[in-house]
């Protein structure tokens, strides 16, 4: 991987060669931005290329935009998707979409299409299918200029998480969310170990199990429940499996509580959500915590 | 409805008129109580019926059980349901059984009438599906004295409830459950007023709402959840649909909470489980209150 | 105590003996609302009656205010009080002020009647000593015309106060608060009986025990903390005593939790203050309820 | 400091004198555990010292005890204390005793003496007065064996602690309890920023305010507020002035909630004992955490 000192003093080729690709079909981007050097930060970094696409002309901008595939379209079919498209829009199961599914991203497509002639443009990444959907609905419904703002906006979100995957130095974007939970049995006072966790993703009409996990003998997983990358905007379900932490103790049968779930909403991609359950067998609490 | 002071004084045959159909098919259990009278109680009433089965002969006991009906027996099959016991089977859908929820109950039947050479009885009204086969199981494991003990205890609770629905008059056992709610919102000390309350059982393989309510100006529900008879013992979710009520308050998009689940058991069906939410846009507790 | 229908039709001097005393030293406003009959609602006859002293002359009014005694006055002074005037000041320790804060009320009221030329006016009931001293301070700085609409206003609710304690009838304004509580032991999922509990007003410069009581078997106290007439404004410590409660299950010497303090403010005298405790023998959660 | 390794590889006299002071005016344990080098922790050199000190005749033992000071002897006293003692002992204030309560340790300590004929001795850096003095009437009720073994513990904890304070090296014994706090803001889902806090230790007799501090960003203290040694069992009382965090949002004057006090008591010298408050204006709760 570069290093933004290398990218600061290599060749023009050698610039344009490593940063070509972050903006889609496009190293016209880079060309500009390699006479904008040096750059302090990889931020600065991005930020200059997004000037460069800000500034270009609107009929430049429009045809950039245009360069973008289209959400949800088969893989096999005749549309040529970079790499990293390809990448981002697989990992949401985009290109596995059951007829219905593919029928209503056609429909939204072909409407978006119509009203604002460029693809419908959405940092993938940062989303779950359901938000997907919610922001095409209501993006429908701007005006074109606000439009082509947004759109221009998302593709600051994607081309900043591609450059940061490229590119090293200091100054990196903040481009990772956390999630992560903790278990405290306040019933002895103690962090809550062995108490078993089921992470699904519930969406509007399915539900998909992300993970399970054990916590500790601090009441936390080993690793975080998600990290790395930005978290996905949408729903979630946390079930803690109680029941069997307390069966010792718990004098009921059936016991109140055996799987608690917890039902919660991520809306910021990069922030750290932290989702506690402070328990007893006969009560619980959650909240956002940091 | 005939009170205690009329059975206490009436004459035989319509002290037998009243109460013969409490045991089922048993006439006698009431035509023995008649010359313990008189009762201070209908509570006492009900023990002086089931001493009379308790001190009975062991093979009048088990002539007794046999004449009880097999449990999820398909209403047009060749057996005599009582009224009372098409009632009680009916209100759980033991009549509307798939034939795979069928089958497994003519195995566990033909099981438990193998092993123990009585039909199995349980106070149906008392369970739900999951918790009658959850019994079911368990006490295919008891030796056989042990079984006719509790099955006799179930008769205890079938007809207790019987009984409370035919006679009138003082120290009627405690045979109703309560379930209630209360929202509280704890981010602007006051009760949650207009939140939607969905209410459902959660078996080991299906849910079925059971009600839905709306919380009034105090937070609670004009009606308790449940009440009228006893609960049944098995497992609920309440959801509350608390990103409405917070819409105008709560900045992120979407809320970090939406609808709240709170999965809980009930175990015992005479008592009141009160289950309130105390609740903010980023955080909530619930408890078994009083 | 005479009713509401009563004083609709009785004579003018049976009226005027009822009511002659509600305003201090001021017959004239019971005449005036005499011609005034009838009312539908007691609540409707106190806002004749402050109709009556809203509408007089300024002068009138000033005249009015000025037969008021001054606050904090002590018993033997030169000064008349009304009966209803000295029991309301009594109630609050008005009448046994130390030295200090004797001097401090000197002083306050000197300031007062120099800026504004009445005494000083309050609901005493409705308030701690505290309050009154925030009060007296905040209202120094209002302008003259607005104190002289606040001052009507404090004699509003002292009006309406009297006028409940001697008049019956439908329609009674609320002037009544309650502060209540409830522990529940969500360790064991049930009401905690047995612990004691303290209950303090806390003074900017000194504190007050009010009463204890012990919880019963519900949880609850057999009385409201308080009730029977406005809250006083004020802050107050709740002490519960559940370390000797959880004495058998807590394994820690000393408990975490011994006495939970609870301090907190009542703003609106005829609210109702349900302040419950949530508390196993490792955590607690109090919050405003209903 | 000497380390481990040294220690394993000096000379008798190097040995002796870095370790000849750890146990009071007994040089001779240092001598003995010399002999039974090497170390392969400094937890194992203190476990080899206090062997020494176990297997000790019983003659042996009692002169050892006998040779500790007396506690809450005033400076300036014919006592001879260890300047490791007189640390101790200062650090609690026990050479600032009030004359009641020194007269209450003179008290305590002839009758221990007349009972077990050595002073009484206690870790004192692990305890507040309260709980010096709850210990030593306690302890005045043990049968003699009994006592010199919870003596010669005693003096297990106060050796490991001045010897982690002279020798480095692996596996020293914990030795260190931490006390923090955390508020959360639950009315807006994010760590409470600039919330004062006072830190106070809460005797039977008297109150002693410990610290101040002012949460940051995150919603915690920028250092621990206790840590670096052993905590001392007995209670404190966080108070968190979130009416002044609130301020702008609370609609209630006064507002519900101002100073909250939060009560409770370490008895567990060396653990973490996180203490945090999730708060709304309306509401709180507080649990040990982890």
Redesign the interface.
């Known amino acids: 991987m570069p290093d933004l000192d290398h990218l600061n003093s290599c060749s023009r080729d050698a610039f344009t060669a490593a940063l070509g690709d972050i903006f889609e079909h496009s190293p016209w981007v880079a060309e500009a931005a390699f006479r904008l050097r040096p750059f302090a930060t990889v931020a600065a970094l991005h930020d200059a290329m997004m000037g460069v696409v800000r500034r270009a002309a609107g009929t430049e901008q429009l045809a950039f935009l245009r360069r973008h595939p289209e959400l949800g379209g088969r893989v096999g079919r005749a549309e040529i998707l970079t790499a990293a498209s390809k990448a981002e829009q697989g990992g949401l199961g985009l290109d596995r979409l059951s007829a219905e599914e593919f029928e209503q991203f056609v429909r939204l497509n072909a409407a978006y299409r119509e009203r604002f002639a460029v693809p419908f443009i959405i940092c993938v990444r940062r989303h779950t299918r359901d938000?997907i959907l919610r922001n095409f609905e209501r993006r429908l419904a701007n005006d074109p200029e606000a439009e082509i703002r947004t759109a221009l906006d998302e593709i600051g979100l994607i081309t900043r998480l591609r450059l940061v995957a490229v590119v090293d130095g200091p100054g990196k974007p903040k481009t990772e969310g956390t999630m992560s939970t903790?278990v405290?049995d306040?019933?002895?006072?103690?962090?809550a170990a062995g108490v078993g966790i089921a992470l699904h993703e519930v969406g509007a009409s399915a539900r998909a199990l992300i993970l399970t996990a054990t916590t500790n003998a601090?009441?936390r997983t080993d690793q975080p429940l998600i990290s790395g990358g930005p978290l996905r905007?949408?729903?979630y379900?946390l079930q803690f499996s109680v029941g069997g932490y307390f069966a010792r103790r718990a004098?009921?049968?059936?016991?109140?509580?055996?799987?608690?779930?917890i039902?919660?909403?991520i809306?910021?991609p990069e922030s750290h959500y932290h989702v506690p359950l402070?328990v007893?067998?006969?009560?619980?609490?959650?909240?956002?915590?940091?």
Request: charged share 20%; net charge negative.
């Open positions: 938000s903790h405290l306040t019933m002895d006072g103690k962090p601090d009441g905007i949408g729903s379900e004098a009921a049968d059936p016991p109140f509580l055996d799987v608690v779930p039902r919660f909403s809306a910021e402070l007893t067998p006969w009560s619980y609490s959650t909240y956002r915590g940091s």
